[in-house]
């Protein structure tokens, strides 16, 4: 799954580590989310997304997934 969170969290100068002290998790997490080999549980899409100030969809790219 694509996600914005790199671009994100780039745009608020913010390190993996900081994001994922931010949102409770951790940064070996962030990076696999960015990276795509990770789905973020959907508490923790909601977390991040809030953090920014956007929707999951606003966030995460749900075009691959087959619905």
Same mark, same amino acid.
């Given at each position: 799954? !694509?996600?914005? &969170?790199? =671009?994100?969290? !780039?745009?608020? !100068?913010? #390190?993996? =580590?900081?994001? +994922?002290?931010?949102?409770?998790?951790?940064?070996?997490?962030?990076? #696999?989310?960015?990276?795509?080999?990770?789905? +973020?549980?959907?508490?923790?899409?909601?977390?991040? +997304?809030?953090?920014?100030?956007?929707? &999951? =969809? =606003?966030?995460?790219?749900? #075009?691959?997934?087959?619905?």
């Amino acid at each position: 799954m !694509k996600t914005r &969170i790199r =671009e994100l969290r !780039k745009a608020h !100068k913010l #390190s993996q =580590e900081e994001l +994922a002290d931010a949102v409770g998790t951790t940064r070996q997490t962030i990076t #696999s989310i960015e990276v795509g080999k990770y789905t +973020a549980s959907l508490p923790l899409a909601y977390k991040i +997304a809030h953090f920014f100030g956007l929707t &999951i =969809e =606003e966030v995460f790219d749900f #075009s691959d997934l087959d619905l």
